[in-house]
């Protein structure tokens, strides 16, 4: 069996609710989604469509292709039946193996053992059939083995990605409470904004909207930014095909001549931060930085322009009583200065969301880490809401 050529079921996973925006990326993509869910996608394709997927998408976690899907009651059923697996086409003897795993069952404790009767399992088929063993251990470098079981239905996958890949590689520093690049490429894919526009990301601390912003609208893929994926320790593996799926992607970016996106922090650390990742990344020529109040941020006069913040929570009592004031002010000034534009507050505290005082045209759900978040969307009309629907009968 060659993984490289033989269709199978693919599971792309994400983080909670980036459904929606990983499955718009996988149809830009050409493929056809069988199924969506709300932490990933379902489609079918070989170990060659992995390369292009792992590559080109920003809302991903993991691309898993599907080796075997079985009834499974114990742990000597889950060793008896990926024993059957020609382990050997898969993986080099003399290569190296991590087993990760998500397990529901009455009869294992913690994923570690489960993962160990998957070990045993491959090493013992490789052993049998090559005399020989591959090395294995935790750190997700060379070739991955995944096993998805929950009550009596388990399968196991080739894991193509290996390391996450909701982490697009250019985060040199954190900064503070940084937000995930998957949820911020997600994020900005579900706002209206059509990455010609200006962008304006007040409050950016360590930069994350701002440079997937700048990525999105020149399209500077994820797989230009890394270059290890597990794929690449599967027998099989044709590094010309990678080679030629990541030439593409240097073919397809596009340049946006005029293109104004704008980061701005009250805190020089964090511009200098911003500074920093956005270098890693390749767009600091594509970004305007500014140290200063978000109230004192340039607002440039353009027609389909997208402000947004990514404000503090506020998870202690203090900090949220401060914070009070912060929304009232960010939404005086959505609403002073922003007229126009389309404006976004991406917020995991909904008390918090009322003191903006303006009524949200959208409310998009999203989950940070553990914490239910909204991207609430608010239309900053130039006029009166009334004056423009006027204005639009009157074009007419």
Not at 20 to 27: H, I, Y
Not at 180 to 186: D, I, N
Not at 195 to 201: A, D, L, T, V
Request: with cysteine.
């Amino acid at each position: 069996m060659d993984v490289f050529t033989t269709p199978s079921r693919i599971i792309i996973t994400c983080h909670k609710w980036l459904s929606p925006a990983l499955q718009a990326e996988v149809k830009e993509l050409g493929f056809s989604v069988v199924r969506s869910f709300q932490t990933g996608v379902e489609l079918s394709g070989t170990v060659e469509d992995c390369i292009r997927l792992n590559l080109n998408l920003r809302c991903a976690s993991q691309v898993m292709y599907s080796l075997k899907a079985f009834t499974c009651n114990d742990p000597d059923e889950l060793y008896n039946n990926l024993l059957t697996l020609p382990w050997e086409n898969f993986i080099a003897a003399d290569g190296y193996f991590s087993v990760t795993s998500n397990v529901f069952h009455t009869t294992i404790q913690t994923n570690l053992f489960a993962n160990l009767r998957v070990k045993d399992a491959i090493v013992d088929r490789m052993r049998n059939k090559t005399g020989k063993r591959p090395s294995t251990g935790s750190t997700l470098s060379g070739a991955v083995v995944y096993l998805f079981w929950k009550h009596e239905e388990a399968e196991i996958f080739l894991d193509t990605s290996g390391e996450t890949l909701a982490k697009h590689g250019y985060r040199k520093l954190p900064g503070k409470a940084p937000m995930l690049e998957a949820l911020a490429a997600a994020t900005i894919l579900s706002t209206k904004w059509d990455h010609q526009s200006p962008f304006i990301n007040p409050m950016c601390g360590s930069g994350t909207l701002a440079i997937e912003a700048a990525l999105i609208a020149t399209n500077r893929r994820p797989g230009l930014l890394r270059s290890n994926y597990a794929f690449m320790h599967l027998i099989g593996y044709n590094e010309e095909v990678y080679l030629k799926e990541r030439a593409k992607l240097t073919e397809q970016i596009k340049e946006r001549e005029g293109l104004q996106i704008i980061a701005s922090d009250r805190s020089d650390l964090a511009i200098s931060t911003t500074k920093t990742n956005a270098a890693a990344a390749g767009v600091e020529n594509l970004i305007q930085f500014a140290t200063c109040d978000f109230e004192k941020t340039e607002v440039p006069e353009k027609a389909g322009a997208v402000i947004m913040f990514n404000p503090e929570y506020g998870e202690r009592l203090g900090d949220e009583i401060e914070l009070n004031a912060t929304y009232a002010r960010m939404g005086d000034f959505l609403k002073n200065q922003c007229k126009g534009y389309t404006g976004y507050v991406f917020t995991g505290n909904l008390d918090l969301a009322k003191k903006i005082r303006l009524k949200p045209s959208r409310r998009i759900e999203f989950f940070n880490a553990t914490i239910d978040c909204r991207l609430l969307e608010y239309e900053l009309y130039a006029g009166t809401k009334r004056e423009d629907k006027l204005s639009e009968k009157q074009d007419v």
